[in-house]
């Protein structure tokens, strides 16, 4: 694959975090769609309609495929140790594969009917059909490092491995909060750790196996994505509340109207408040919540100090991520590029 990097001169500032994330897609979009098109027919179909290729009916279409931020991860840290991002495309595409095979099943699990201003692909091609789609994203992961022909690729495969295993663990621990009173916020930070955090600490990992990185430089740039995915999900958690639909693609106050045992929330219902003891009694209800209810929920989470709590840690999480690619002496302009993809993935705005 020819290198479609093209960077600013020296002495510039370099590009913005938009624009890596336009590179990147550029640049792993074709092998992303190629890899698809060799999955039958059937789980080809849904794949493109949740990637925003396809509309229901078959017909082509240009919707929001996301942010793609795990792909521009993974390209970066080729670069950043000293490689090329052209050998890191594999890598890319199949921490994009494996992302969106866990949101199929998040949205099957979490009952949402829409992502990225859309309805989701279980409310069109129903449920089993959806959680079976995907199963052969995942498979499909595993076939595109295989197939790279790159020296790196089983340890890259080893890698994505340990990663899935920890997103299944913290889904399945985030399933089981949903019946529980008892939440504590610590096992709701590792929750998010595993559920979030390991798939950006691998996304990093691997570009950097594949960019030919030391192994101690691997093991930072994979603590960078994972501090990172750990203030990502306090911000996105922190979004599920208080955020605009029109950025998020979901419902204002979505986790709230669930219930859902998000950070913020749980820092609220365990702050020893009468805000969270108020909290805790809508929470523990088992009646639908009312707009009113739901915007006192909010309120809520807010006056227990939760919502101040949440960002702060958003905040010294991505500050010990700048820290962990520093260690790793990374190679400029990669490195300055993903210190501003880190703060773009951490802003309330995305």
Not at 20 to 30: A, F, I, K
Request: with cysteine; hydrophobic share 45%; net charge negative.
């Amino acid at each position: 694959m020819a290198m479609t990097d093209a960077r600013p001169e020296a002495g510039t500032a370099g590009r913005s975090a938009r624009e890596v994330l336009q590179w990147s897609r550029d640049q792993v979009e074709p092998a992303l769609k190629a890899a698809v098109a060799t999955m039958p027919q059937a789980t080809q179909r849904i794949t493109n309609y949740h990637f925003g290729w396809q509309d229901e009916e078959g017909r082509p279409a240009n919707g929001d495929g996301g942010k793609a931020l795990r792909p521009a991860l993974a390209l970066l840290a080729a670069e950043t140790v000293g490689g090329l991002s052209d050998v890191a495309v594999p890598a890319a595409v199949a921490v994009e594969l494996v992302h969106n095979f866990s949101l199929l099943h998040d949205d099957v699990m979490d009952a949402d009917a829409t992502r990225r201003h859309r309805a989701t692909a279980w409310t069109v091609f129903g449920i089993n059909a959806a959680i079976l789609a995907g199963d052969a994203l995942l498979s499909l992961a595993f076939d595109v490092l295989a197939d790279s022909g790159h020296p790196a690729a089983h340890e890259g495969t080893r890698i994505l491995g340990t990663a899935v295993q920890d997103l299944v663990d913290g889904q399945l621990a985030d399933s089981h909060f949903e019946t529980r009173t008892d939440v504590e916020l610590a096992e709701c930070v590792r929750m998010a750790e595993l559920k979030t955090g390991a798939l950006l600490g691998a996304s990093c990992a691997l570009g950097a196996v594949f960019g030919g990185g030391r192994p101690d430089q691997v093991e930072h740039l994979r603590r960078f994505g994972a501090d990172l995915g750990l203030a990502f999900q306090y911000v996105d958690d922190l979004l599920g509340i208080w955020g605009d639909s029109a950025v998020t693609g979901k419902p204002v106050h979505s986790d709230l109207s669930r219930r859902k045992k998000s950070l913020p929330a749980v820092a609220a219902l365990t702050s020893g408040t009468d805000a969270g003891r108020e909290l805790a009694v809508l929470y523990h209800d088992t009646l639908p919540l009312s707009d009113v209810e739901l915007a006192r929920a909010a309120l809520l989470i807010d006056q227990a100090g939760a919502r101040t709590k949440s960002q702060d840690e958003a905040d010294a999480l991505l500050a010990s991520a700048l820290g962990q690619l520093a260690s790793a002496h990374p190679v400029a302009p990669a490195a300055v590029e993903l210190g501003k993809l880190a703060r773009l993935a951490t802003r309330r705005d995305h």
